[in-house]
């Protein structure tokens, strides 16, 4: 099966490489018997990018499957961050205060804890979320110190059509500057240069997949 075939390339590719990184598979826009087919290889780290999408998929499995790890890749909106707390145990994408309030109250009134990664808009690009470079340092302290967020890293989606390199390097270092030991970067065209930049999660979807349709 191609499917598999991919995952086992890129798995081995990534241990070539280094042996202290997570490969998160992007399963957005998959069915079901796709996740299953890498879910029988033992594989337990997930990807999506949208709350609702990711209830309905996971609900069962995770009903059944208490190891895996969701973690959310895409922008989300404070209104879906109690359904989001609820389901995922990585959140990658936290770029403001409102949400890190939210999901601070969330964690004195439950058991969970979660854990975060700061996105940051590296190529300050208007249309980017993620939170300014000039912002970075205070925003980790506020969610670290204020809110007692366990903060891991910082991740990043580098602006398309540019090498990617110069990106890399840049969060690598904010993340060293602010003490930091994880970082979220690196999809399917660039892992390996995250890699060799530092990452210690990498999120691959079509890679293993395919193209996807959405
Ligand atoms: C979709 C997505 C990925 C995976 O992208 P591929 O190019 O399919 O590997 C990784 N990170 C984020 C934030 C995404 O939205």
Redesign the pocket.
């Known amino acids: 099966m191609k499917i598999i075939q991919n995952f086992r390339n890129i798995n081995n590719q990534i241990k070539i490489l280094s042996s202290n990184v997570n490969l ?1 598979v ?1 399963s ?1 826009g998959q069915d079901i018997n796709n996740i299953k087919m890498i879910l029988n290889e033992g594989h337990l780290d997930f ?1 999506e ?1 949208r709350v609702q999408e990711a209830i309905l998929k996971w609900s069962n499995i995770l009903a059944i499957n208490k190891n895996i790890n969701l973690h959310l ?2 922008k989300l909106q404070s209104n879906k961050a109690k359904e989001a707390f609820n389901l995922f145990n990585y959140i ?2 936290l770029d403001n205060e409102k949400l890190a309030k939210i999901f601070s109250d969330l964690e004195k009134s439950s058991l969970k804890k979660i854990k975060y990664f700061i996105q940051v808009n590296i190529g300050n690009e208007i249309q980017k979320s993620g939170i300014d470079i000039s912002l970075v340092s205070k925003f980790v302290q506020f969610c670290q110190i204020d809110l007692k967020l366990n903060i891991l890293g910082l ?1 990043c ?1 580098p602006p398309a059509n540019e090498p990617p390199d110069s990106y890399f390097k840049k969060l690598y270092e904010l993340n060293i500057s602010n003490g930091l030991k994880e970082l979220s970067m690196g ?3 660039d ?1 390996t240069i995250a890699i060799k930049f530092g990452a210690t999660y990498v ?7 395919g ?2 349709s959405n």
């Open positions: 998160i992007v957005k990807g990018n890749l895409g990658h994408s991740m989606i999809m399917s065209d892992f999120r691959v979807g079509s890679a293993i997949f193209r996807r």
